[in-house]
């Protein structure tokens, strides 16, 4: 694994491995950095983890901190002033952040390059310029034309894309509702036909797919796939949106329900 160089700034979450305990603070290694130690005393913990110091902080285990203090003179953090979905989003980026080390090391052995060149060439600008390397790695499924900043030699390049798609699977949103579409103008059965037709054309424009079945009149179930799951929901918006603009013009209407 990659180790940073420099200190970590106040305010910084890192993940720490215990080293040591005594009566009053904990002494960690700090995993992501070059041979830096940090302190957590105990006005920084959690009654709990006061009162069973020797239990909680047992030798070798890691943690999630907050950095409090960082200078030439220590750092110190804090695990009191850490939430439960600060400490996942950090965890998970820690293990990502693994997965991109892995990912350079492979492709290095590939294009027969040093791993140490590799880095320099992949990994230390990544950092440089975004603070991490997964979440770029992420983007160059969906367009390599990203790695063109790096600008690697062919082989280390293709490599890189290589390792990149076979390592990092994208999860994509997948949205489902209950539809009641009707029309009470006379060829209505067509109307709703053509409504279901221009709803998956919406969908494949708008580079997502979506699946009706028809399940007894007025009754539909959509379902909503794109690559953009934070996007996906404001996509669903505009296609129900537009339908029913649509079905309005025709004496119909359409009412969706999301399936949890």
Not at 68 to 80: A, E, Q
Not at 128 to 133: C, E, F, N, S, T
Request: hydrophobic letters at 40%.
């Amino acid at each position: 694994m990659y180790l940073r160089e420099g200190l970590p700034e106040v305010g910084d979450f890192v993940i720490a491995t215990v080293d040591g305990v005594s009566f009053h603070k904990v002494e960690l290694t700090l995993d992501e950095y070059k041979d830096l130690k940090a302190v957590l005393n105990t006005s920084e913990m959690h009654r709990k983890q006061v009162r069973t110091l020797k239990v909680f902080f047992k030798i070798g285990r890691k943690i999630v901190g907050k950095v409090i203090k960082s200078g030439p003179s220590g750092i110190d953090l804090s695990i009191r002033k850490v939430g439960a979905s600060q400490e996942r989003t950090k965890e998970t980026e820690w293990k990502n952040e693994k997965i991109a080390d892995e990912i350079i090391s492979f492709a290095a052995k590939q294009a027969d390059v040093d791993y140490d060149k590799a880095f320099a060439k992949i990994g230390k600008p990544l950092l440089d310029k975004y603070g991490l390397i997964f979440p770029f790695f992420s983007e160059v499924i969906s367009d390599n034309a990203l790695l063109n900043e790096l600008k690697l030699d062919k082989k280390l390049k293709e490599s890189l894309i290589s390792v990149v798609q076979g390592r990092i699977k994208i999860k994509t949103a997948n949205l489902k509702f209950k539809v009641t579409m009707e029309s009470k103008s006379p060829n209505g059965l067509e109307i709703i036909k053509k409504t279901v037709k221009d709803a998956i054309k919406f969908a494949e424009e708008k580079e997502g797919e979506l699946t009706v079945k028809y399940i007894g009149a007025p009754i539909y179930r959509f379902e909503f796939k794109h690559p953009d799951r934070k996007g996906a929901s404001k996509i669903v918006e505009e296609l129900f949106d537009s339908l029913s603009k649509q079905l309005n013009k025709e004496k119909g209407t359409i009412e969706s329900v999301e399936i949890k």
